[in-house]
């Protein structure tokens, strides 16, 4: 899918800075080379330094990509779920309840980045089937509708936001 301006009806206000942040980008040009980028920034981070919280009640590096793994799924499932004329109003979910219960601190780095590899090699060929009507198609999450098309750059622009604030808050 080439690069495409996306209108604020497309999608929730929440997702405003996510979407605004990726600028006119290639979804799947960027969903690729975001993948790359988080992979090479914390790969090789000391496991103190993935165990780190820059402050209290905010969430190590090992969690918030837990996090970000768990909501690209939630997501994708979202899109799918829309191209496929599904009307159901799909719901939300709580991300620091979803941290909590992750088990994300006690996993290996390695695994962790592996896990995302996949669900964002599953997510790329997801977007990859779908037609430009599915692109455009709309569904109803959390009370809010979406297209599919903005699911996708939701996705890329969620992970793009959380990567800024370890390079930012964490290194």
Do not use: C
Not at 56 to 78: A, P, V
Not at 153 to 164: D, E, K, V, W
């Amino acid at each position: 899918m080439n690069s495409v301006h996306l209108s604020n009806s497309e999608y929730a206000p929440f997702y405003s800075d996510y979407i605004k942040a990726l600028g006119e980008v290639d979804l799947r040009k960027v969903l690729k080379s975001s993948l790359k980028d988080l992979n090479k920034t914390i790969k090789n981070l000391p496991e103190e330094k993935l165990l780190f919280k820059y402050a209290e009640g905010k969430w190590t590096i090992k969690e918030l990509l837990q996090h970000i793994i768990d909501t690209e799924r939630i997501l994708s499932y979202r899109a799918l779920r829309f191209s496929r004329n599904d009307a159901s109003d799909l719901p939300g979910f709580d991300e620091n309840w979803y941290v909590a219960n992750s088990n994300g601190n006690e996993r290996s780095i390695t695994d962790l980045l592996d896990e995302f590899k996949f669900v964002r090699k599953s997510t790329l060929a997801l977007f990859k089937s779908f037609t430009s009507e599915m692109f455009t198609k709309t569904g109803t999450a959390n009370g809010s509708d979406m297209t599919v098309r903005a699911l996708g750059f939701i996705i890329a622009g969620h992970q793009t936001h959380h990567l800024n604030i370890i390079k930012e808050r964490y290194l």
